[in-house]
């Protein structure tokens, strides 16, 4: 009995490679479904970009900072989130900003010298604003601070005011 298996050379199974070119044709349109799928899905993300607003959200620039009776007399609060000290003194209140007029660092209040500093370049600045040890060539700005009719202090960094302008309460 022979058991060898007979060996066709290549061209003599039509069968066969029909199936193969079915298989090399549906790969084919799987890449072509699979690339426009991509590029349609790149076309809407990019869309979707293009349609929403490209904004910053920034803190509004009117704000409460709740009311007289929430500082001392005679202190420095700082108010992390909208950057600018409250300082309330005997004849009334201001809002000093805490960006150092040099560079723009943000300022710290260091009550044991009674100094506003700033960490970049050493300046010093009274809690008024003025400038005490420079580079800062000028004073920190004063804001606009008034008493809302429902008791609530509100600041208006839109409204810059002079260093002598206080809200009596
Ligand atoms: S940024 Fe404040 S001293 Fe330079």
Redesign the pocket.
Known sequence: MNHAKEIQPPGDNPEAEKKAEVTRRDFLNEITGAALGIAGLGSAVVTVKFLSPNVLFEPPMRFRVGTPDDYPVNSVTYILDQQVYIVRMTEGFYAVSTV??????I?QWKPEDDLIE??????KFRRSGTVVV???PRPLPHFAIRLMSDGDLLVDKLEVVNQAQVLKV
Do not use: D, E, M
């Open positions: 150092c007029t040099h560079l723009g660092c300022t700033c960490p970049c370049h050493g300046s420079g580079p800062a």
